[in-house]
């Protein structure tokens, strides 16, 4: 959920370099500040111990004392991952507590609380999901092992800049109100992962359909997206930011449905739909032109028209020979993708529909 949503494209011809979640970085962070806490001094580098066995070490970038409290702080680096918290100073402020009351966790600055349902957390808790307050949990005990005390400690997780940066991701759009999440499930970020953005795509669902939703649009970008809420009219949580993932979304759909899904994107990616692709990214293919070229000679265009539309430089370029000539192209690619999405889906009363929208953010093409 704190991907990047216009990620750029990843860098070429070298080894992509991984990063640490903030997961990760939070429970070097807490770990740290306990270890002084309980009168070790602050844990520089710190090691802890992911989820998949591996020991990393994290160096501090911040650390203070209080006459109740020891407070670290991690930069977190995302290695080659565009993410917008790579950078981000995580800081955790642990503070003894009553006793049997056991380890708590609290949201400090930058990072947001649960307002909506449908989350693997509870509304009202703070946004730290459940792997990272493993990891912390699993430190913690290890800590207070070592020293023979209780584990009767607060954890407070904040991060520097983090409503700011919040406004970059999901969290707005699915009721993480005044900060970023702390996430991971490995410790680890590959970059470049589809896996994240996919994630954030079942995230979306999830919590559409905890508010009772039953029409959800996957939009290939913002422009589609625009033109979909201006046609349609639906609850801001209905809006999943696709990508280039609809296969990914109408996988999770099939096994997670309401009763319809709108597919909205620009004419050349609707059309990769249409021929079968379901990672619509340019670097996983390209256009048949050839099948275009088919469809147009079927919407009754003259044979020049279709040798024009075979030999084009791009999509848009039959798109623009097929609106100059008057041939509902753009219509018949909608419903060819249409077609796709709704075998994906299998034997479901879901309904599948498909917008295409052009680069000036008009619909030009629909599938009825």
């Known amino acids: ?24 970085c939070a429970t070097a962070a807490t770990k740290s500040a306990l270890s002084a806490l309980l009168g070790g001094g602050f844990e520089d580098p710190v090691t802890i111990t992911l989820p998949g066995g591996q020991q990393p070490a994290f160096a501090l970038a911040h650390e203070a004392r209080g006459e109740n409290f020891a407070e670290a702080g991690i930069i977190k ?51 730290i999901n459940p792997v990272p307050r493993k990891m912390m949990r699993e430190a913690i005990e290890t800590l207070c092992a070592a020293h023979g005390v209780a584990t009767d400690f607060s954890v407070t997780i904040g991060v520097r800049d983090g409503a700011r940066l919040a406004e970059k991701t999901w ?62 009219g639906l609850p801001i949580e209905a809006y999943l930011d696709m990508g280039d993932f609809v296969g990914g979304m109408l996988k999770y759909l099939k096994a997670h449905p309401v009763q319809r899904v709108t597919i909205t994107g620009g004419f050349a990616k609707i059309a990769k739909l249409a021929q079968g692709a379901l990672d619509l990214h340019s670097a996983r293919g390209t256009v048949d032109l050839v099948m275009l070229a088919n469809l147009l000679s079927e919407l009754g265009a003259d ?23 008057g041939l509902p192209l753009a219509d018949a690619v909608a419903r060819a993708a249409r077609d796709r999405a709704q075998a994906v889906l299998g034997p479901s009363p879901m309904r599948a529909d498909v917008l295409i929208v052009d680069r000036a953010g008009r619909i030009v093409g629909e599938s009825g």
């Open 1 to 24: 959920m704190d991907n990047a949503a216009d990620a750029p494209d990843p860098p070429e011809d070298r080894p992509l370099r991984r990063g640490w979640t903030t997961g990760a």
């Open 77 to 127: 680096d995302a290695g080659d991952d565009p993410d917008v918290t790579h950078g981000a100073l995580v800081i955790a402020r642990v503070a003894p507590c009553a006793s049997g009351s056991g380890i708590t966790f609290h949201a400090g600055d930058g990072v947001g609380m649960v307002t909506k349902p449908g989350l693997p957390l509870a509304v009202g808790e703070p946004a």
């Open 171 to 232: 969290n707005p759009r699915l009721g993480i109100i005044g900060g970023l999440s702390i996430l991971g499930t490995t410790g680890i970020v590959v970059p470049y992962s589809c896996s994240a953005w996919i994630s954030s795509i079942q995230r979306g669902i999830d919590v559409a359909r905890a508010m009772g939703l039953t029409h959800v649009v996957g939009s290939t970008g913002d422009a589609s997206e625009k033109a979909a809420m201006a046609r349609l």
């Open 303 to 325: 044979a020049a028209l279709v040798e024009r539309a075979q030999a084009a430089n791009t999509a848009n370029e039959v798109l623009e020979l097929s609106l100059a000539a």
